[in-house]
């Protein structure tokens, strides 16, 4: 049969992905956190997530899970701005890229720099991964910030791919209304929701007791 164009235009409707209480055990748990930097705080959908990632990091770091962060950089020399004309953005040791204050790293906490949208697209996660012992098929990755439908995708995407357990909690990542229900989407579609779910930072709980063979514990179906 021959290729047939899509149509210009396409009309569908998205039911948005309802958030699942889970129950994780904190010592096969990691929270990354992905570029929630200073540059972020002029805009209201980013503003508005950073008191369910303050809950959750709270939540997180007293039952003693990792918590990691992804901090997003650019050279002058990047592509970015030689090859596709962008403006300077996210220079180093700029205000821009600094941590906001609310979220900022404690002593310990790995902080991967990524040069691109996709934090995957450079080794230092592999290498913090494996330092801290967090492997694929029995963690969870709980993903937060922004933007969910860009760079918190990229590595929400990255981490279920190579089969983590992958959570998206709705009030700590955050894009444009449009492109998260686009993306959640996605996420919700078969070949991902048996490896990634929805919560809250409300929903997230820890218990150690949890049973490392039972992956239905870690993560609760999406539909």
């Known amino acids: 049969m021959a290729w047939k164009p899509l149509p210009e235009v396409v009309?569908?409707?998205?039911?948005?992905?309802k958030?699942?209480?889970?129950?994780?055990?904190?010592?096969?748990?990691?929270?990354?956190v992905v570029d929630m930097q200073k540059t972020q705080l002029s805009r209201e959908r980013a503003h508005n997530v950073i008191e369910g990632n303050e809950r959750l990091l709270e939540?997180?770091?007293?039952a003693g899970a990792k918590v990691l962060y992804v901090q997003s950089l650019r050279q002058p020399e990047s592509p970015d701005f030689t090859l596709f004309k962008m403006p300077?953005?996210?220079?180093p040791g700029t205000w821009d890229v600094e941590i906001m204050d609310e979220l900022a790293p404690q002593p310990g906490d790995p902080i991967i720099q990524k040069w691109s949208n996709d934090v995957w697209a450079w080794y230092g996660i592999e290498?913090?991964?494996e330092k801290e012992g967090i492997t694929s098929g029995d963690w969870t990755v709980i993903v937060t910030g922004v933007n969910a439908a860009a760079c918190a995708e990229a590595a929400s995407l990255g981490f279920s791919n190579r089969f983590y357990h992958t959570l998206v909690p709705l009030d700590c990542q955050v894009a444009e209304i449009d492109g998260e229900t686009r993306i959640f989407a996605l996420y919700s579609e078969p070949e991902y929701s048996n490896r990634m779910g929805f919560t809250l930072s409300s929903m997230v709980n820890f218990q150690e007791t949890v049973e490392e063979s039972a992956p239905e514990l870690l993560i609760a179906p999406t539909i």
């Open 11 to 17: 009309e569908f409707e998205i039911e948005n992905p």
């Open 59 to 62: 939540k997180a770091r007293e």
């Open 88 to 91: 300077l953005h996210l220079q």
């Open 127 to 129: 290498a913090a991964l």
């Open 19 to 32: 958030p699942k209480e889970v129950v994780l055990n904190p010592k096969k748990t990691a929270v990354v």
